[in-house]
């Protein structure tokens, strides 16, 4: 059983900048790809970015050049650093990894979602 335990959501003006965090516990044999969804309100839920074991990153073009997705293995924890946010970018963030149990076997499991606002 794995958890993906979700920090670091809030309200932030235009501009400004947020850092999410995204923690795994539980038997965790390696982990696979993470990722970074959102999901606004009236919209579905979409990729934001993801990064491989051996960190190759993929971001969405809407927030290309503005976010940045990075893991710490040691800590099971993948990151978002985002900065210079638009209102569009409010919305329920939502981590997710695949994570292998054992050598042979993988589930895919999503944190709690956390909410991210941006206003004046």
């Known amino acids: 059983q794995v958890q993906l335990v979700e920090s670091g959501g809030g309200s932030v003006q235009p501009g400004g900048s947020l850092r999410l965090s995204c923690a795994a516990s539980?038997?965790?044999?390696?982990?696979?790809?993470m990722a970074w969804y959102r999901q606004a309100i009236g919209k579905e839920r979409e990729l934001v970015a993801s990064?491989?074991?051996?960190?190759?990153?993929n971001y969405d073009d809407s927030v290309k050049g503005r976010f940045t997705i990075s893991r710490d293995n040691a800590k099971n924890t993948v990151y978002l650093e985002m900065n210079k946010m638009k209102p569009g970018d409010t919305a329920v963030y939502y981590c997710?990894?695949?994570?292998?149990?054992?050598?042979?076997?993988?589930?895919?499991?999503w944190g709690q979602g956390t909410q991210v606002t941006v206003s004046s």
């Open positions: 997710h990894a695949n994570i292998y149990y054992n050598v042979f076997w993988s589930n895919d499991y």
């Open positions: 539980g038997t965790i044999y390696s982990i696979n790809t």
């Open positions: 990064i491989t074991s051996d960190d190759r990153t």
